[in-house]
């Protein structure tokens, strides 16, 4: 069985909101004025991510929200590979498509979702991640707005989770995995 506990604070609340208001406001430049925008959040670990980003967009942008189901991990820590990933793809056509994740690692969610979003001929397919974990990478994919850089750590908080876990915390925080010796 395995243990989990909380190690030291990665990125605190206060650079989490500096940042996605930098991303909110570069987004905004990049996106054309004409045409919908459709957000796509991938869910559970975006969820807090995308609401304040699409919140940083000024109201003339057409944005529209969708989210996604993607999961990989098997439990809370370990991905399995292939992710699986629900979704509504037919509203991507004739859109400019923003696909919104957590953390980018393996690049197996990122680069399955960008594929099935090309797939439905959308004007544009556009990707932006909170963390980036390169270490981590498997396939050759990457984001064309990040966050912040992280090592290869497991985190949790603004949204991420272990095991369910700490998605409630304001700041981003390192997680320590201990096998339990059990009886």
Known sequence: MMSYSLGPVLLKASSITRRVAELGARITRDMPKCGQI?????????????????????????????????????DGTESEGAPKIQADWKAARGRHVL?????LDTGLTLSTMLRKARRQLPVSVRSCVLLDKKERRKTKVEADYVGFEIPDEFVVGYGLDCVGMWRHLRDIRSVKVEEDEGW
Not at 99 to 103: E, G, P, Q, R, Y
Request: no cysteine.
């Open 38 to 74: 459709l957000v796509v959040g991938v869910l559970n670990g975006a969820a807090v991510f995308v609401a304040d980003l699409i919140r940083q967009m000024p109201p003339d942008l057409d944005v529209r929200l969708m989210f996604a189901s993607a999961s990989s991990y098997k």
């Open 99 to 103: 696909i919104v994740d957590d953390i």
